[in-house]
């Protein structure tokens, strides 16, 4: 058992798990869910584990993870007369996570799910801490639940299929980890030059650990889970931006560029050594490509930031640093300090 009330094993076994699991279990029915990038890459290679099921294939990417993709699975569900005892599989990243719990949350009110996360992205972060949910309108994860899976199963190898860039984009969850909660580790990591150096099986049970405690300690953010917005006040805003443009970013591709214009607030806020500031930036700049921002786009980023799902009535808030390895939740985030921010990040 994690720390969490449900298991989430890390590793080579994780799929032998899995298969032991179902074995202790009765279930009447088990959809697979994967989109097509899965069902290609990591179906057949979990298939073998699995009892007999059925499965369900979407297309690829954020643009899908609507209400109409999720009426096309509730009418499969339904179709294959699915009762209340069966679980759903999700086999995929964050968007077959996010959008498999929030269909296996309602229907029926409520069938058991368990992740298989098959990106960094989802396999550090998305597939722990019982966010579900989907985009609704413009606004990315609008309609939502706390709904915990009944348990977490990664297995690392279904990374070797995944693009260096989507990769990428879930080690900026990786840095967010050691920068909040592990200063010691973010000293070890900040050597690194290669991705391709990294032990993940390694990374990604840290970066688990440390979500999973911060989860379980607050799981309806009331507090200390707001330490997982670093980064995301200001690298959301910028996606959100981007989404309608011609080269949308990857989240971990803004959260990156947010983590170093926050850790400048949290500098100018007396929190954060010049050193430890430049530190992250040189990091980032390392291995994220680079952002261009250009100066019409400044107050559209912050007047997106200001409808961030976070903020408390009409208050922008973040979460900054207080040297690596510890934040401070609630920072009241004006306007110009963003801005400030932002301007670090382009300085280079
Ligand atoms: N619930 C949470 O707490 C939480 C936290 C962070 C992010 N999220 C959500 O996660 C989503 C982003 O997740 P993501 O980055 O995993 O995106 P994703 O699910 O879209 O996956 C990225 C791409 O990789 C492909 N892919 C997945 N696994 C693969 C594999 N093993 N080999 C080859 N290709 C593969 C997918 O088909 C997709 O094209 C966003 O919707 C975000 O809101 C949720
Ligand atoms: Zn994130």
Redesign the pocket.
């Known amino acids: 058992m994690s720390m969490l009330n449900y298991p989430i094993p890390i590793g080579t076994h994780a799929l032998s798990e899995l298969q032991s699991w179902l074995e202790g279990r009765s279930y009447s029915q088990v959809l697979v869910l994967c989109?097509e990038?899965?069902f290609r890459?990591?179906y057949p290679r979990i298939n073998a584990f699995l009892p007999p099921h059925h499965f369900h294939i979407i297309p690829?990417?954020?643009q899908h993870?609507t209400l109409v993709t999720c009426q096309q699975i509730w009418e499969t569900l339904t179709r294959l007369d699915v009762d209340r005892k069966a679980l759903m599989i999700n086999l995929?990243?964050?968007?077959?996570g996010?959008m498999g719990g929030f269909v296996a949350g309602t229907y029926k009110r409520g069938i058991d799910f368990v992740q298989v996360p098959?990106?960094l992205?989802?396999q550090v972060?998305?597939s722990v801490?019982g966010?579900?949910g989907i985009d609704f309108q413009q606004y990315?994860?609008q309609l939502g639940l706390f709904l915990e899976p009944q348990g977490v199963f990664i297995w690392p190898a279904?990374?070797e299929?995944?693009s260096e860039a989507?990769l990428r984009?879930?080690f900026a969850e990786v840095i967010k980890h050691h920068l909040i909660a592990d200063g010691e580790g973010w000293e070890s990591l900040r050597k690194l030059r290669e991705l391709s150096s990294l032990d993940l099986p390694k990374l990604i049970q840290h970066s688990v650990n440390i979500k999973a405690k911060i989860v379980a300690e607050d799981f309806r953010e009331s507090g200390s889970r707001k330490s997982l917005n670093f980064g995301h006040t200001i690298g959301h805003a910028l996606e959100s931006h981007r989404l309608e443009s011609a080269q949308p970013l990857r989240?971990g591709e803004a959260i990156a560029v947010g983590m170093v214009a926050e850790a400048q607030v949290s500098q100018a806020a007396g929190l954060l050594s010049s050193e430890d500031l430049a530190n992250i930036r040189t990091f980032v700049r390392h291995f994220f490509p680079t952002i261009d921002l250009s100066e019409q786009e400044i107050p559209e980023i912050l007047k997106l930031m200001q409808q961030d799902k976070k903020n408390e009535g009409k208050q922008v808030r973040c979460t900054l640093i207080q040297g690596p390895g510890q934040f401070q939740i609630d920072h009241p985030l004006t306007e110009a300090e963003a801005k400030m921010g932002l301007a670090y990040y382009m300085e280079a």
């Open positions: 989109d990038n899965t890459h990591c690829p990417g954020e993870k995929g990243g964050g968007v077959v996010d098959t990106t992205l989802a972060d998305a801490g966010k579900v990315k994860n279904f990374l299929t995944l989507e984009s879930g989240h």
